[in-house]
């Protein structure tokens, strides 16, 4: 049995830009990736804590210590410049790799 396992998350990050018209991602500080494990064009899980939207997009780097969440394209409808968000990513793994993690 294989199993959805979260990878990293980045907890109540501040929305400092929103572009509708970008072709879509969510840019983040690459020292933020980085601290997460999460890896430029992996599928990430966003959580708004704001307004309560969940939705789902990829990851770009924005540039190394400029602190950017900036929500791109249609996601930019789910969020707002000072919104707090959630952002997560999973890993699939065995079952038995699952409960070692858990553990």
Do not use: P
Not at 29 to 51: C, K, M, P, R, S
């Amino acid at each position: 049995m294989m199993r959805n396992m979260l990878q990293g998350k980045l907890h109540r990050v501040k929305v400092t830009q929103a572009d509708l018209h970008y072709e879509g991602s969510c840019a983040i500080d690459q020292d933020f990736l980085d601290a997460a494990g999460i890896l430029e064009n992996e599928t990430i899980h966003l959580w708004n804590v704001t307004n309560g939207n969940r939705f789902s997009t990829y990851a770009i780097a924005a540039e190394r210590g400029s602190r950017i969440i900036s929500v791109n394209g249609a996601a930019a409808h789910c969020a707002s410049v000072g919104d707090i968000l959630i952002i997560a990513s999973f890993v699939t793994m065995s079952g038995r790799r699952g409960a070692q993690l858990a553990a």
